[in-house]
T-cell receptor, first 118, second 117 residues
């Protein structure tokens, strides 16, 4: 079974600064997807960024970028120019590319609470 | 597009009663819906995978007779918590995977807060 580990229960950053959230995972599969989700106080899950394992290029979405190290099974999220609205709980998630009855299911890490100071 | 709704958003019930939570994909068809449970400041734990027209696949440790899942159409899945007890109090979130397109992304509902007295 796959596992996802986020070793930082809480992180804080000053507004306009950069912060990196860590995530490691364990899998024996070669093809999979990795995601970062944001859960603000409203508790609505919002997709921040996704990475396909077969792509070597790191994904970027505006101020959000990842550092995907497949051999090390590491998938960190960098938030640049942090904004007050970035404050939320962030979850790293893994999804297998394999088929089956549970195709598409996500395995989440424990989450990291990000606080942004003005 | 790609909106998922849940109803109710919050529910309070007495111990021993049953509660039904609905998950609807409003503008797309979903062959697969997922049900998660989340305790305060904790992660989402997958409870079951719901496939339209077939029996749900439950994760290890989840009681299928207690958490009844029905996926009767391509836009609706329901989770019924039977004989609810205070320990079932939690935040329940569903997600839906579209039939096609959207790069296999799944979309999340806003969640349902269940409180069992």
């Amino acid at each position: 079974a796959q596992t996802v580990t986020q070793s930082q229960p809480e992180m804080s950053v000053q507004e306009a600064e950069t912060v990196t959230l860590s995530c490691t995972y364990d899998t024996s599969e070669s093809d999979y997807y990795l995601f970062w989700y944001k859960q603000p106080p409203s508790r609505q899950m919002i997709l921040v960024i996704r990475q396909e394992a077969y792509k070597q290029q790191n994904a970027t979405e505006n101020r959000f970028s990842v550092n995907f190290q497949k051999a090390a099974k590491s998938f960190s999220l960098k938030i640049s120019d942090s904004q007050l609205g970035d404050a939320a709980m962030y979850f790293c998630a893994y999804r297998s590319a394999m088929g089956g009855t549970s195709y598409g299911k996500l395995t989440f890490g424990q989450g990291t609470i990000l606080t942004v100071h003005p | 597009g790609a909106v998922v709704s849940q109803h109710p958003s919050r529910v309070i019930c007495k111990s021993g009663t049953s509660v039904k939570i609905e998950c609807r994909s409003l503008d797309f068809q979903a062959t697969t819906m997922f049900w998660y449970r989340q305790f305060p400041k904790q992660s989402l734990m997958l409870m079951a995978t719901s496939n339209e027209g077939s029996k749900a696949t439950y994760e290890q440790g989840v009681e299928k007779d207690k958490f009844l899942i029905n996926h009767a159409s391509l836009t609706l899945s329901t989770l019924t918590v039977t004989s609810a007890h205070p320990e079932d109090s939690s935040f329940y979130i569903c997600s839906a995977r579209p039939l096609a397109g959207t790069n296999n992304e799944q979309f999340f509902g806003p969640g349902t807060r269940l409180t069992v007295l």
